[in-house]
Every structure is written in structure tokens, then in C-alpha cells.
């Protein structure tokens, strides 16, 4: 077969790969993108996107609960896994067709198959080709992590086999107290699994607001979710269908599916990158690179979760762009990652940007803490216990709002905006200027004027 000599060989058919390739064929260059499984990465095919379906699934449970107190009588609902897993499936093949077309518009040629290094500027093909690539863009992206191996670990499924499943579990341990790990637990739950999460820290999501942490996981609690702190699964034994989850503790649990959702590390085995001579951030175990995402070899780059900085969709879609237009653009670009809006599709949601207040604390002077806690308009007719907490982190100093952090139904939506407000340094004086719109629970951020709490951190003596 002949070589192909191309601008650009882009290593992975993900959000920031396709944007990569996109952005760089419109830019004239001569792209081939490698992708060996599906287009469009862990978000469309078996991450966010098909996350976000089956939230949206499990939310009707509750709706029909709560439609009760608003005087609707609906008869006995029914729930079918098969329906929503075919429907899902529908869908990502769509979106998965969406992102080839694009990329094949732009006039960058995909190819299915994997590619590997086998030297600085020569990639080979599972297919027999080789690439001969000016540049190299590696946006392979992460895979899930199941830590130190334990006996049973080969019954376990992870975050990708969960969209699989042939049926419902009955009930289900998943081990993690991060976003896969608290996402998943909504959604069996709000289907109705029996649902116990296995967290070895003190309590979940580590890195969040304390006052959220606490909060979520007394709502997660409130609607019948077990969380167990301070230890982990050691072993599963299966016995015919089901298995038994021996945690450290001592403890034991009776489960039809366990799942392990404790992290994702990037996928960089299998690639030849000592024959290209890229080298590895010893840290975290991603692609080590610069801030315009350029490793050790000046003309291989990579972006995306696979080197590990800031594992989000969003970022990654950026970093892709940013690279073509400072590459193939003649637009130097570098991404800002400062007060990156995320958010945690549990139930309630989390919606979060900038510093925690322990963050806060450490790195300013005098801090004011603004919080709400109250039950939303909704709740007072359909019964429903949940409450939302609305918190702001300010600066006292210069007035600037530091943070941002939600737990509520809408938590997601309002702080995507919250985010732009922050990233241009709005003050607490520019939230009390703005007029409240009401009834809804986001007026909370533009109404509380008093402080929940002030700290002054006294200078070292």
C-alpha cells in the first residue's frame, strides 16, 4: 500500500480530535484523522452524552411522584431497561454520524483503524498503511481505571460496560465517590435499583465545596442511596447470576451488578511513543506538554484528557482548536482553564465554578462567604424533601466573586451563565445590582446581602 503524506495525522476520533482536524483542514491543511473504534470519543459514544439520556430517564420516576401534589392521578407506571437502552443506542449512532459527516466535510479523511508511532514523524496503520505526518495531534483520551487488582476484579464492570447492560440490576454497588460514580448511582436509583456507593475517602466528591459534599450526599441519603465512607471493595465472588462485594471493613454485599467508577487514566499504552520519543508527565501519567499542548518533540502535540490537565469535554474542544489555529492558523493560542465551569448530573445536580471556600481561604486575605438553603417553590406542593443550596465565595477585598457553587434541580443550566459572569470578574455589588427574576430559585444569587460567615486569615507573625 502507498504511504500517505499528510499536514497532519490526528490520533483519535474524540471531541477535541475532531475539532482539531476540523479547524486545521479549514485552515488548508491535509488531514487524516486515526480512530480505531467509533467517531466522536468517550462523551458521545459511552460517556456524557448518553449519561445525560439516561438522567434524563431516570428523572421521570420523580416527576410522576411529584405530580401528585399538583392534582394529577397517573396510573401505575411501568419501566422497560430494553426501550431506553435501544432508544440510547439510536441516538449516539446519530450523533456518531453527525461528527463523521462534519469531519469528512471540512475535507479531512478519516480512517478506521489505530495508529501507532514508529518513529517521530511515521505513524502505522492497523489497515498495513503508513502515515507520513508533518504534525502530530495524539487526543486518544482516557479509559477507566480499576486500581491495585483484587480477587474478582473480572466480574466488575466500569463506566463503559454500564451502558450495555442486558438488564436492570436489582440492585448494584458502585465503588467511587466522583461524578461517574454519583451520576450512576441517581440513575439505577431513580430506575429503581437498589443502589450502595463504596467510597474509601471521608466522604464524596473530594475537590468540591465542602458544603456541597454535604449536601449531596444527604439528598443522595434522603432518596434512599446508601454511601459507605472509609473503605472499598476487596474482593467479589460471583455466585451464578449475582455476587457478594467484600469491602474492607469487613462487611459484605449481595449485588446483581458492581461497578467500579474510580477514576480514568489516559490512554497512552500501546501508542509507540518511545519510538517518537514523547515523554510522559510524571505526575498524573499524561502526555507532558506545554501551554500550547506541544509535548518534548516540537511538531507532536496532544490535547484532551490524555494529558491529563482539565478532563472535560469542553476543554478538550478547545485545546483542539486552540492547536489548529496556533499551528495551521498563524494565531498563537493558548486556553485559559481558570474558572472552568463544571457541573455533577447527580440528583440533586451540582453546578460549580471557580474557588471552594477552603481554596478561598488559603489564597486570600478576607473572604465573605454568602449561602442559601431552602426548599425550592416546587417542593411545597409536591412534598418532595430536597432543598437547594446556593453559595458565593467573594473576595472582601476587592468585592469580586471568587465561586459559585449550586445544588439544585437546575443546578447545570444556571451556572453555565454564573461562569461567564465570574470569568469577567463580576463583583457582589454587580450580582445586588441585577434585578431578581422571580419565582425561581437562581434570584437566591442576586438577593442574599448579608454574609453566612466572614474570614480573616491573620498574617504570620
Wanted: aromatic content about 6%; overall charge neutral; charged content about 20%.
Amino acid at each position: 500500500m502507498a504511504d500517505l503524506d499528510v499536514d497532519l495525522c490526528v490520533i483519535g476520533g474524540g471531541s477535541g480530535g475532531v475539532r482539531a482536524a476540523r479547524i486545521a483542514a479549514s485552515h488548508g491543511a491535509k488531514v487524516i484523522v486515526a480512530e480505531e473504534y467509533r467517531m466522536g470519543g468517550t462523551c458521545v459514544i459511552r460517556g456524557c452524552v448518553p449519561k445525560k439520556l439516561m438522567v434524563y430517564a431516570s428523572h421521570i420516576h420523580q416527576e410522576i411522584e411529584d405530580a401528585a401534589g399538583f392534582g394529577w392521578t397517573i396510573p401505575s407506571a411501568s419501566f422497560d431497561w430494553a426501550t431506553l437502552i435501544a432508544n440510547k443506542d439510536k441516538e449516539i449512532a446519530r450523533l456518531e454520524a453527525a461528527y463523521t459527516a462534519n469531519v469528512e466535510k471540512s475535507g479531512a479523511k478519516i480512517v478506521k483503524a489505530r495508529a501507532v508511532f514508529e518513529d517521530a514523524h511515521t505513524l502505522r496503520l492497523s489497515t498495513g498503511e503508513k502515515v507520513n505526518a508533518k504534525y502530530v495531534l495524539i487526543a486518544t483520551g482516557g479509559a477507566p481505571n480499576h486500581g491495585a487488582a483484587i480477587p474478582g476484579i473480572e466480574h466488575v464492570i466500569s463506566s463503559n460496560e454500564v451502558f450495555h447492560l442486558p438488564k436492570l440490576p436489582k440492585r448494584i454497588v458502585i465503588q467511587g465517590g466522583g461524578y461517574i460514580a454519583l451520576e450512576f448511582a441517581c440513575i439505577f436509583a431513580g430506575l429503581g435499583s437498589d443502589v450502595t456507593v463504596i467510597y474509601r475517602g471521608e466522604n464524596i466528591l473530594r475537590g468540591f465545596d465542602e458544603d456541597v459534599r454535604a449536601h449531596v450526599r444527604g439528598e443522595m441519603e434522603a432518596e434512599g442511596i446508601t454511601i459507605l465512607t472509609g473503605c472499598h471493595v476487596a474482593k467479589v465472588d460471583k455466585h451464578g447470576d449475582a455476587f457478594t462485594a467484600h469491602l474492607s471493613n469487613g462487611s459484605s454485599i449481595a449485588a446483581d451488578q458492581v461497578m467500579f467508577a474510580i477514576g480514568r487514566h489516559p490512554s497512552v499504552k500501546g501508542l509507540g511513543l518511545e519510538k517518537a520519543g514523547v515523554l510522559l508527565n510524571p505526575v498524573n501519567g499524561g502526555i507532558a506538554v506545554n501551554e500550547f499542548s506541544q509535548t518534548n518533540v516540537p511538531h507532536i502535540y496532544a490535547v484532551g484528557d490524555v494529558t491529563h490537565r482539565v478532563n472535560l469535554t469542553p476543554v478538550a474542544v478547545r485545546e483542539g482548536h486552540a492547536f489548529a489555529d496556533t499551528v495551521f492558523g498563524n494565531r498563537p493560542t493558548r486556553v485559559d482553564r481558570n474558572d472552568v465551569p463544571t457541573a455533577v448530573f447527580s440528583q440533586p445536580q451540582v453546578g460549580t465554578v471557580g474557588l471552594t471556600e477552603a481554596d478561598a481561604r488559603a489564597q486570600y486575605t478576607h473572604v465573605d462567604i454568602y449561602k442559601a438553603n431552602f426548599k425550592p417553590m416546587k417542593a411545597t406542593m409536591s412534598g418532595n424533601p430536597s432543598r437547594v443550596l446556593m453559595k458565593l465565595i467573594v473576595d472582601a477585598s476587592t468585592d469580586r466573586i471568587l465561586g459559585c457553587h449550586i445544588v439544585s434541580s437546575d443546578a447545570a443550566e444556571i451556572i453555565q451563565v454564573v461562569g461567564i459572569a465570574i470569568k469577567m470578574k463580576a463583583t457582589k455589588a454587580d450580582f445586588d445590582a441585577t434585578m431578581a427574576l422571580h419565582p425561581t430559585s437562581a434570584e437566591e444569587l442576586v438577593t442574599m446581602r448579608t454574609p453566612s460567615a466572614r474570614h480573616v486569615r491573620q498574617a504570620a507573625e
